[in-house]
């Protein structure tokens, strides 16, 4: 009896625990809903204008936000091989059964929702700035979400995804596509999940993990390239500054998004926190900007959802947290090279590559 009480007492306070931690970041983070609304949908943007210089990007707030992210990826690498860590594990197991046992069933749902949405909204290839007036795409996104009712005719939507992606890619550039790799996750995962496939061996909620976690990092590199790009939105809700300049909110709003982007990939309970602290800004985003919001991030939301339920776990030991400077500031490193390389590739025909340059000496 006393180890039944004792078992008792560890899952309420884990429960309580999970609760009092998560509550915290998601009430602070809530703020950033303007930043997370993808301003392509809400505002006028330029993919092929000179992005703002390194060296305004990589400033002394840039750096004190960034150690301040390797700080907190520290902390919950330690406090995950903890009791407590373990308590919140199981409390999270415990809250997310259902959505764990019904991730596919979720995914498929809510991708139908998206696609029937897409055709009744009409001129859109999956996501809202994507513009065509080809009459036949509407009814062909239609068809996808037809062949979501049934598990052996989901493979046909993954497959329909890829065209699509493909289809835009052509019309408006690989560069700007760059910003939605979590479709091809998505296309893998409903491909996988069809056909029961695991390629080389990564379950295909892992693939769409990843490919979450470069959707979101590539995002708030943007952020950070262009943030006069959500100059018009902050200006008709200067509140969700929350008194801050513009240029340091969006400072902010990009490391908040590229470190819980990261996060995604990192330790069981770092990404399953990270998974619900991002769906939370989703969702609170929604109320801002409405229908077309509510739309273009239902597929990532349910994406969270299921990795937020993901009872996989490994042993975390010490040396991930002493690793995570290290990893963290390499895919930085990597995503801001990446970005400005491409746009110089694509975009400056001289090709002298002055922003790798200040890269490298910074």
Known sequence: MVRISALRLTRRLGTRALVSLAAPPVALLAGTSSASAHVKWFCAYDVAGQPRGLEQVLCANFEWLAGLAILCLMFGCLAEGTPLGGALLNALDRVTTRIRTDTELLVRTTLGFFFVSLWGMGGIILTPELKTDVAWIPWFQLALAACLIWRRTMPLTGLGIVFLFSFASAQYGVFHLA????????????????????????????????????????????????????????????????????????????????????????????????????????????????????????????????????????????????????????????????????????????????????????
């Open 179 to 362: 910003d939605y790799p979590v479709f091809l996750g998505v296309a893998v995962y409903l491909v996988c999940q069809g056909l029961n496939l695991k390629p080389f061996g990564l379950r295909p909620l892992d693939i769409v993990r990843w490919s979450a976690a470069i959707t979101l990092m590539w995002a708030s590199v943007e952020k950070w390239a262009y943030p006069q790009w959500t100059d018009p939105l902050l200006a008709a809700k200067p509140q969700m500054t929350m008194g801050a300049t513009p240029a340091l909110f969006m400072q902010a709003a990009g490391v908040i998004e590229f470190t819980l982007a990261f996060a995604l990939l990192w330790t069981p309970l770092v990404r399953r926190a990270a998974a619900i602290i991002l769906a939370a800004i989703f969702v609170s985003a929604v109320f801002e900007f409405g229908k077309v919001d509510a739309i273009g991030h239902s597929g990532i939301i349910v994406v969270l959802l299921g990795i937020a339920a993901d009872d996989a776990r490994t042993t975390v030991r010490v040396r991930h947290a002493a690793w995570a400077p290290a990893y963290y500031g390499g895919a930085l490193a990597a995503f801001l090279a990446l970005y400005y390389l491409g746009h110089e590739v694509l975009f400056d025909a001289s090709l002298q590559f002055p922003e790798l340059a200040k890269l490298a000496v910074i």
